[in-house]
Structures are given as C-alpha cells and as structure tokens.
C-alpha cells in the first residue's frame, strides 16, 4: 500500500523559536494531504487540509499564523508551527488518501516538546 | 452533527478470547469506514476499510462489519494475543477525499 513518511519523529525546541514537520508521499502523488494533532489518551483532530498549489483549509479554532501549512510540490507537505509555546507541545501526525487502496495512510507522527 | 462513538473506551481481555469492538455513527450517510490501530507514541496502522456498499471485510484474525441503517460498524477479534494490545480507532469519511471523522478509541490490552 501507499507509505507517507513523516519526519523528525520528535523534536524538542525552545519556546518561540520554528519548527517544520515534513510529511512526504512515496511512490504516489498527494494532491491533499491532511494535518493532525494529538493529545495524551485522546483521538485524532483535524488541524487543516493541504492543498497542493493552494492555500490549506483550516478547521475552526486553528490559528492560521501559528500553523503554517505549505504543499509545495505533488509529494511534499510541511507544517511550521511558528513561535512555539510550551501549549504547542502534542504529537502531529499526517495523512495522504491511498490512491491504490482508497482509505487513507498515516505518517509515523512528530512528537513535538517545546521547552 | 457528524460524530462517531467508540465503546467500550477500554477493554482488558485474557489471551485466546475473541472480543468485539464498537464504533456507532450518527449520519449513515457514509462513503466508507476505516479501522485503524495505534500503538503508543505511533502513527495510525489501517486495518480494514469497509465501503459504504460492503456489509464486512475480513483480514488474518480481523473482521470488521457494517450496518448503515443503523449506524454502526464492529471490529472482531478473534483467539486475541498480547500483540493486539493497542488502542483501536474507527473513522468514518463522507466523501471521496475528504476528511475523516474519528471516534475517541478503544484502548485494548490482552493479558499474557
């Protein structure tokens, strides 16, 4: 099936500094790809969707500064979380539908600590 | 409101049991529904993807149903093994491309 490959799987920064998630389809084109994010013992919630060659759609309640979102080719996805806060501390994953199999595929996660 | 539940949001079995985990939609309108499977600290593993005119998808020891009249999907199980302790997501998509709607999850863990 479809692999994303999602990178680094964690990283620990200091507060307001940047941090870019990289999530990349192989093998397979992603016109969308959708952004996640996670807390301890919770479910998934949909941060955005990434739009190749267009601007991402964000959810309610994400803050569209402090998330940017760029799907700059048909395989490449990032998410900068921009002047990080200890609040900004979750794990983020990504997913690209699986063209071969329908259904979608997940990146491995980036556990992000801001210290 | 498009939502889906997951019960039970725990469950601890003794190896060799077969079990059954939930998932129940409120909008039956769906396109399809995924199983997934998350060990801590991972990404999502799918498991089964069950479309919308599918009634279940069979895959090793996994079988996953579908009633959308009544909105509701089942995981089973069977003879379970320390190796399925993980929690267990359902998610539920309405159209083709778009996004998925997840339940909270059913974290498993099968006693040695």
């Known amino acids: 099936g479809a692999v994303v490959s999602q990178h680094p799987s964690w990283v620990i920064c200091k507060s307001g500094t940047s941090v870019k998630i990289e999530c990349r389809s192989l093998d397979f084109q992603a016109t969308t790809m959708f952004w996640y994010r996670q807390f301890p013992k919770q479910s998934l919630m949909l941060m955005a969707t990434s739009n190749e060659g267009s601007k991402a759609t964000y959810e309610q309640g994400v803050e569209k500064d402090k998330f940017l979102i760029n799907h700059a080719s048909l395989t490449l996805s990032t998410l900068t979380v921009t002047s990080a806060h200890p609040e900004d501390s979750s794990f983020y994953i990504c997913?690209?539908?699986?063209?071969?199999?329908?259904?979608?595929?997940f990146g491995s996660g980036t556990r992000l600590t801001v210290v | 409101k498009q939502e889906v539940t997951q019960i039970p949001a725990a469950l601890s079995v003794p190896e060799g049991e077969n079990l059954v985990l939930n998932c129940s939609f409120t909008?039956?309108?769906?396109?399809?529904l995924q199983w997934f499977r998350q060990d801590p600290g991972k990404g999502l593993t799918s498991l089964l993807l069950?479309?919308?005119?599918?009634r279940e998808q069979t895959s090793g020891r996994l079988n996953a149903s579908l009633d959308k009249s009544s909105g509701r999907s089942t995981l089973y199980i069977a003879a379970s093994q320390p190796g399925d302790s993980a929690t267990y997501l359902c998610a539920v998509n309405y159209n083709q491309g778009g996004k998925l709607i997840f339940g909270q999850g059913t974290e498993l863990s099968v006693k040695p």
């Open positions: 909008d039956s309108a769906i396109y399809n």
């Open positions: 069950i479309q919308s005119s599918q």
């Open positions: 997913s690209a539908r699986d063209p071969g199999r329908g259904g979608y595929t």
